[in-house]
């Protein structure tokens, strides 16, 4: 809200960053940025908002930066009925950015355990690891080219990480976050893939030593080992420990179900595909792995239903196209295959299409035509190494799969299952292939340690007790419920106990969440002095304000529901 558009970028890190904090809370499910941020800047209504995303709530907000200063404007609104449980504005200055993401995300988390039941809150919540403001602005800059993920702008983004690591050498992100734009530069063929993955290796090895516990360090370790050298168990350790500090980090789910796919760990892999898609479902590529789990077992049609919700998200997602073609290619479907490939490929592309059809529907000998494979476009999708098999040249086309699995050219990674491979799987310098590449993976080799429990201790008998009677005490004769401001946190401030433990304890013991208990109290205020005759010069309106409630929707949703009527039918009924 600054009307300079140069501000967009920290407007996006304030906003991720609030989604990471929030993502580290167990049993809070946080929709992944890629989903969240398809709402952003649409005048979209929240029910529909909810419907898409599949959440109860919604948290909207703005950002305003003035010379040094900062504002933040937030609100948390339930999705099924638009209302608003809670808003606030925080004016602060520009170097108080750090504290106030935090303290954000801590009223946030606060009021959801407040109105729906216990969730275990930390102290902090910050993921930030500088308090150097120029460097982090440096960084979010970095951040936003990055995620555009096209080649001039990951240079862009190294160029703005390399400033922000200068000005905070502590700083471990942008230097993780160099690492990461390398070995992606190498592993999509934008420079030497060699020089581009030793350098990656160096900033990664000295980012990880700066801070341990960064889990986009260990993610973007892990895509280097996976997809830059084919290391599936180096990469699979590298996204444990990534899922050790965040477990919900959507990249690294997808990136797990990609190393279960071409390890042939199919169920395990669409395992991991529901449980990204719940947490990011507006994501074309979640739509895709998905996809591309079904396909490469020669599910044709549920892989298309896949495909066609990624195109609905993105019509232009590359990979998604070119699968969809494959699928109507092998459920024989010419004309429908033919009519979409026409919309995005060139006319040398849809002969080599048509005759690997007619090859593989028709068993057709097909005449390999050496102008059709003159074009270098650069596709993800092989078509004309495929069209080469399918030409019968297996001695060509074995030499070449030796060369790309030689290279650990990304396209090629599921090779063994791939289904335009099908030709050349009897071959023994294929099964020599897939046994150097996947001999030693077996069912042991991904297993994991199970998750450690830790038991939250419970109430004594004389510990409830004591706790209901200092509740009742608090809450019945002192009256505290008649504070418009009180929150959990400061009702065990008073009762001197951890917000966590008077949490559990209400959600446990008393079968109830904060925000009911409270209102409970407020309204039995309000139904006994409302039908004092001393009150009857008194709005409805403010007997309710003077009960504690702090809005006039707050107090008729929450009557209604409780009565089941209105507070004008129930004066009427009681009078």
């Known amino acids: 809200m600054s009307g300079d558009d140069s501000y967009e970028y920290f407007s996006d890190g304030i906003t991720e960053e609030i989604i990471n904090a929030l993502s580290k809370i167990d049993g809070l499910k946080v929709t992944a940025r890629t989903s969240a941020f398809a709402f952003k800047g649409k005048p979209t209504d929240i029910r529909l908002i909810g419907n898409e995303l599949g959440v109860t709530n919604a948290v909207e907000g703005s950002v305003r930066v003035f010379k040094e200063q900062i504002r933040i404007t937030t609100q948390l609104t339930r999705t099924d009925n638009g209302f608003l449980l809670w808003s606030d504005k925080f ?25 729906f039941g216990h969730i275990e809150i930390d102290e902090t919540l910050s993921t930030v690891q500088t308090e150097n403001l120029s460097a982090y602005q440096l960084y979010l800059k970095g951040r936003y080219y990055q995620l555009t993920w096209n080649l001039p702008n990951i240079e862009k983004a190294i160029s703005f990480y390399k400033k922000a690591a200068e000005f905070d050498s502590s700083y471990a992100e942008p230097v993780v976050a160099i690492g990461w734009c390398y070995g992606i530069n190498a592993s999509w063929g934008y420079m030497d ?43 699979f350790q590298d996204l444990q420990n990534c899922f050790k500090v965040n477990p919900h980090f959507s990249e690294g789910i997808e990136a797990l179900a990609e190393l279960y796919t071409a390890t042939g ?102 005449e390999y035509d050496a102008k059709l494979v003159s074009e270098d476009l650069n596709l993800m999708v092989l078509w004309d190494y495929y069209y080469l098999i399918h030409c019968q040249k297996m001695k060509d086309a074995l030499h070449r799969l030796e060369i790309m699995v030689e290279q650990r050219i990304g396209q090629i990674i599921n090779f063994q299952f791939d289904p335009f491979l099908k030709p050349l799987r009897k071959t023994k310098g294929f099964k020599d292939l897939k046994n150097s590449v996947f001999g030693e993976i077996n069912s042991t080799t991904f297993s994991t340690e199970a998750p450690k429990t830790y038991n939250i201790p419970s109430f004594t008998q004389k510990e409830s007790d004591e706790l209901k009677n200092a509740l009742d005490k608090f809450l019945g004769r002192e009256q505290a419920f008649l504070r418009s401001d009180l929150s959990l946190r400061s009702l065990s401030e008073e009762l001197t106990i951890h917000p966590n433990r008077l949490s559990k304890f209400i959600n446990d013991y008393l079968q109830t969440n904060f925000t009911e208990l ?58």
């Not at 309204?523 to 702090?550: C, D, M, V």
Request: charged share 25%.
């Open 265 to 366: 760990f199919f169920e395990k892999a669409l395992e991991q595909t529901e449980q990204i898609l719940k947490i990011n479902p507006l994501s074309p590529n979640h739509y895709y792995t998905k996809g591309n789990i079904h396909y490469l077992q020669g599910d044709y049609e549920t892989a298309l239903d896949s495909f066609e919700n990624s195109l609905r998200l993105d019509n232009s997602f590359s990979l998604s196209r070119h699968l969809k073609v494959a699928c109507l290619l092998f459920q024989g479907e010419r004309e429908a295959m033919y009519s979409y490939a026409k919309s995005f490929l060139s006319d040398n592309y849809l002969k080599m299409i048509e005759a690997i059809y007619d090859a593989i529907h028709h068993q057709e000998i097909l």
């Open 518 to 575: 409270v209102n409970g109290k407020r309204l039995e205020h309000f139904q006994k002095i409302a039908l004092l005759p001393e009150n009857r010069h008194l709005t409805l309106l403010g007997l309710a304000y003077e009960s504690g409630f702090s809005s006039k929707t707050v107090f008729n949703t929450y009557f209604k529901k409780v009565a089941g009527m209105t507070p004008k039918q129930w004066l009427k009924n009681n009078s």
């Open 91 to 115: 004016d602060r200055k520009l170097d108080d950015v750090f504290e106030l993401q935090d303290e954000v995300s801590l009223l946030i988390a606060d009021k959801i355990r407040e109105n």
């Open 193 to 235: 893939r060699n020089e581009g993955l030793e350098l990656a290796k160096h900033y990664l090895v000295k980012g990880l030593e700066m801070n341990p516990d960064s889990y986009t360090g260990h993610f973007a370790k892990a895509t280097i080992h996976f997809w830059g050298n084919w290391q599936f168990e180096e990469g």
